[in-house]
């Protein structure tokens, strides 16, 4: 596409009432664009209004959006959705992941309807349509490969984790991809695939994958499995729809979108959810589900056996490329520039930060009460000495320690009335100029180590973690001369019976040795 779009036209976005649409429609409405978009039925129309109301857009805006009620499985008003229109985003197409009866009811409609859409931009002369596919098309079923994905690869069929939903993707696009090709007079076509995708969610629906999230605050999630996941903010991947509608090096070309060039642990995102949330995530799940179980689950439930192929396997993307690739075809993030930076030489989105966008995300959270003061105890095995620290939390967020108690010798009580002590302290006792786990100054007062580093470097680490009504229990693992946290054992009501807490002090204390070895 060499000329310019004419501002005059609308821009066709189909399936309106979704979560990625919406965006794009949100977006297009922003820069002064006409919108149409297409939804099943026109009864939905003031419902998909008020969302969009909802959501930002003002009655102006509102007053250039369109409705026409067209359907992916079926012929009939795909005509009229077309009339008029230079660019077509075709976002519509059905999103069941994982294990579904019927795969026909998910690849069917994504197929032709990708066709149906290319067959009616045809006809009405339409320049150019861009293509949500998705992540599924490129990065599965390939089994733990040691590989960077691009937009060079596709996802096997029949290969390990696919399910239908990424089967719907990949035969979706490649069948686009051959029309284009084997068709005269075929639109331009642009393929946009987004990995996992997060962000404000438009209305009551909580849709894409923000349902992993809901699934991690509603306490619906029992643990975490070992499984990585790679994210992407919904308003990126709009940008990424508006700018590819008009940059003249997009065409033809599959444009990955990501944010990250490494998947991100889901322990990590709940971490995450909860030090930003507190109590109001405190469903949010803390302990691991071994891979064994999973996987042996897997063999009679079908729904698991995609994540169990992903189990230990973090999959890597490229975060940015040199000018004069071909996925630099577009760029720019969501302050709605995409299109001037088009073809600028780097595709990194402008919302790298994770953090941001897992935070960001309306509607998931409920307010709850606040549950009392955190109190948190330090908890070191060094030689046969128990070492239990108390600390307290600064103003500005940073734990210092106060004060350490040294037992001699394994006994469960006595080492769950240390920590219970010490947490109760840490709610109370000022804290001193220490911070956690320094690499400098002095090692517990009672212990034979002459510095905290020499202590550091021969001791093990458990953390007991009060929140409220209830009391976590991490094991860590040394990295260097510092501590980080890297499993929980297990979570009690608070309070608790000593023993019962000594019990579970002693069990993450052999998990944190066998973390560092």
């Known amino acids: ?18 979560f990625i649409a919406g965006h794009c429609i949100l977006q297009l409405l922003a820069t002064g664009r006409s919108v149409r978009t297409t939804i099943r039925s026109l009864s939905r129309e003031s419902a998909a209004r008020a969302v969009l109301t909802q959501a930002g857009a003002s009655d102006e805006e509102l007053s250039r959006l369109e409705f026409v009620a067209a359907d992916l499985t079926d012929d009939r008003g795909w005509s009229d959705a077309v009339s008029g229109v230079e660019v077509i985003l075709h976002v519509a197409s059905p999103v069941m992941p994982g294990h579904v009866k019927n795969e026909d009811d998910v690849i069917v409609p994504a197929r032709e309807g990708a066709l149906r859409v290319l067959r009616a931009a045809r006809g009405a002369g339409v320049r150019r349509v861009v293509l949500t596919s998705a992540f599924h098309a490129v990065g599965f079923g390939h089994g733990h490969i040691d590989h960077v994905f691009t937009e060079d690869d596709w996802s096997p069929l029949n290969g390990p984790g696919m399910d239908a939903y990424g089967r719907s993707k990949v035969l ?47 306490g619906g999630m029992p643990g975490f499995p070992d499984v990585a996941i790679p994210i992407v903010d919904v308003r990126d991947v709009a940008a990424a729809h508006v700018a590819a509608a008009s940059a003249p090096r997009a065409a033809g070309q599959r444009i990955l979108l990501t944010s990250q060039e490494s998947a991100i642990p889901m322990r990590e995102i709940g971490a995450l959810l909860k030090s930003a949330f507190g109590e109001r995530a405190s469903k949010v799940p803390t302990r691991s589900l071994p891979s064994l179980i999973l996987r042996l689950a897997a063999r009679f439930r079908p729904e698991l056996r995609g994540p169990a192929a992903e189990l230990g396997y973090v999959k890597r993307r490229p975060s940015a490329r040199p000018a004069g690739n071909r996925s630099s075809a577009v760029a720019g993030g969501r302050d709605g520039r995409g299109a001037q930076h088009a073809g600028s030489g780097t595709r990194r989105l402008t919302r790298p930060s994770s953090d941001a966008m897992l935070l960001d995300v309306r509607g998931l959270l409920r307010k709850r009460s606040t549950g009392s003061r955190a109190g948190l105890a330090g908890v070191y095995l060094y030689g046969d000495q128990w070492v239990i620290t108390t600390h307290n939390q600064t103003r500005d967020g940073v734990w210092l320690e106060s004060s350490a108690v ?62 409220g009504d209830t009391v976590a229990i991490h094991s860590t693992q040394r990295v260097h001369d510092h501590f980080a946290i890297a499993a929980e054992g297990v979570r009690l009501s608070w309070p608790c019976d000593v023993t019962v807490l000594g019990e579970a002090v002693i069990d993450a204390m052999e998990l944190s040795r066998a973390h560092t070895g």
């Not at 696009?173 to 995708?197: C, D, F, H, K, M």
């Open 172 to 218: 979706a696009e490649q069948a686009a991809w051959e029309y284009v090709r084997s068709t005269r007079g075929a639109p331009e076509l642009v393929t946009i695939l987004p990995v996992a995708v997060l962000g404000p969610i438009m209305g009551d629906a909580v849709t894409g994958s923000n349902h992993l999230l809901q699934q991690m605050l509603s």
């Open 1 to 18: 596409m060499t000329e310019a779009l004419n501002d005059a036209t609308p821009v066709l976005v189909t399936g309106g009432s979704g």
């Open 406 to 467: 040294v037992l001699d010798g394994t006994d469960p009580s006595a080492l769950g009335r240390a920590c219970q002590e010490a947490i109760d302290r840490s709610r109370k006792v000022p804290a001193v100029n220490r911070r956690l786990n320094p690499s400098t100054g002095p090692a517990p007062s009672a212990v034979g180590a002459r510095s905290w580093r020499a202590f550091a470097h021969q001791a093990f680490n458990v953390v007991v973690d009060r929140q």
